[in-house]
């Protein structure tokens, strides 16, 4: 068996196995609650150009007009889309990072909100204010209801 302080690798004669102190992994899932917030705003993004491209692919030949949708109810999708992966933005930069992290989730929660309205400012200053409305709005149910959670287990321990 050799240790490095955190890292644990035990040889034998036919496996190596590298093994994780309960510090290490402690630091790892910190260290991830960063990427997991920007994964969570991916996810939103990518759910909004799903359901927007579904959308445009199932519009009907008699209303495509160079390249572009032009029913009725083209323009709603399009918002709906819009309103809906701004809200799983919100939403998921909240909620996963809370989930990740290993303890603290309530401050956690608060400090991703908070940061996600941050970053969220270049998009108002630049007239994108309805996917943020949406985002924050989303973000801020996520956080009221990871506070409740937090503050019930609190009561309960």
Avoid at 11 to 26: I, Y
Avoid at 93 to 100: C, K
Wanted: with cysteine; proline share 4%; charged share 10%.
């Amino acid at each position: 068996m050799i240790s490095s302080g955190r890292l644990t690798l035990n040889r034998t004669p036919d496996r190596v196995a590298v093994s994780f102190n309960f510090k290490t992994m402690h630091t790892v899932r910190w260290l991830l609650t960063v990427p997991i917030a920007v994964l969570g705003w991916y996810l939103g993004l990518i759910a909004a150009l799903l359901i927007h491209w579904v959308s445009e692919r199932l519009c009907p030949a008699e209303y495509v007009v160079s390249g572009l949708c032009y029913a009725p109810w083209s323009s709603f999708v399009s918002n709906f889309s819009l309103a809906l992966g701004a809200s799983i933005c919100g939403s998921l930069t909240v909620l996963l990072p809370t989930l990740i992290a290993p303890s603290y989730r309530g401050r956690v929660a608060l400090l991703a909100f908070a940061s996600g309205l941050a970053c969220s400012a270049y998009w108002v200053f630049h007239g994108v204010w309805v996917p943020v409305a949406w985002a924050a709005l989303a973000g801020a149910v996520t956080l009221w209801r990871i506070q409740t959670v937090v503050r019930h287990a609190e009561r309960s321990a």
